[in-house]
């Protein structure tokens, strides 16, 4: 079985007064899809559990598995989805204006996937672009589209890599911040490669919507961390940075994007930063946290309990997501999901961990026809269910988070 270790302190503030709320049980890895019925059946397993840290209210999960397992061969395309790929072409946009970005600065994107982001910067602004990204199946994408990868971990050893390449104007990290374990080593090796005027973005889901959603489907092995922006200030602080905005962003389920600078850099802090954090003191409070434990438990009956009542039913999920993985091995009673319905190519045919549903395109699905599809990825719902409509899927479609509904496009 894979190494994995415990997490013994806030990656944040260091702290070792550290508080379970949430026992997902043992899980498969979500990412990780299998060959074989039987692989998938039997992939090792572990324990997915959340802690609450009691100094600075950061959640993170009770291990780290091994990166290298996670991330070196990643089934997951950003550009795959519609959504995402207009939320970055305005991203690019708005950035380029409000940090006047122009053709030929320098912009690096800390694990760029397919080169999504990256590819609007370009076509829009003209800007000069490098993906720093891990997975090494994703490196031949990104040369197709003339982006520049290299293959690896951000981090100050890959900084010293980096040496032949300017200052970044413009560093982005989206959907990553939360998958990094040395948030000091990220954060310090941002210091050291961003010029004195540059800035780093993130994007990530943000602790409010994961709790009053009852967003539990997005905790999985990659999700190390599930921020809000008062742990993220310890952190920023020590790594000789500071946070000067923050906004709030529909995508994935509700996101925060978060712009840091130098400490020193002379760029004022707008008014943003202290407004979310005083929006967020109910969620320093470890009872808010119980309280959604027991929420989710809810939310886990329903979605078994509505499956099942379907029994007569031809029922398919779209989706083979790391969300769906997390939502069917821990809610359970999966029987009657047949498979599961995907566009990207590299997960046709395979299996998903733990529940062994096979997945199958948009195509066979149709020719199945069945009566509900259960969208597993319900934070794309509406580019889901217009596809399938245009497909010809004439079923019904259902939504299980925060609850089991049906969903009308």
Known sequence: MPAYTQLTKCR???SDDLSMYLDLGMMPLANNLCNTYDEAINADRYPLQVLFCNECSLSQLSIVIDPTLLFSNYVYRSSISK?????CREMAKELSYKHGLTKGSFMIDIAGNDGALLSEFREEIGLQ??????AVNLAAINEAKAIRVITGFWG?????????????????????FAHVNDVADFLKAVEVKLNDTGVL?????YIIDFIEKKEF????????????????????????LK??????????GGSVRVTIAKQWAEIPVEQSVDDFINNELEYTKFDKYTGYADAVKKTAHSYSYNLNRLHDNKVGAFAASAKGNTLMNYCGGNYNLKF??????EKLGKFTPGCAKPIISIQDMISIMPDYLVILSWNFAKEIADKCRVAGYTGKFIIPIPEWHEYIP
């Open 217 to 240: 489907d997005t905790v999985y092995f990659e999700h190390l961390s599930y921020f809000s922006i008062t742990p993220l200030m310890y952190a920023v602080t020590d790594a000789g």
């Open 129 to 134: 672009v490098l993906n720093i990204d891990p």
């Open 340 to 345: 599961i319905v995907d566009e990207t190519p």
């Open 243 to 252: 946070i000067i905005s923050v906004s709030k962003h529909d995508i994935h």
């Open 201 to 205: 973005v993130l994007e990530f889901p």
């Open 156 to 176: 100050i050893d890959m900084v010293n890599r980096l040496n032949g390449f300017p200052k970044a104007d413009l560093i982005t990290a989206t959907n990553v």
């Open 83 to 87: 959504g995402y790929v207009s939320h």
């Open 12 to 14: 944040c503030c260091g």
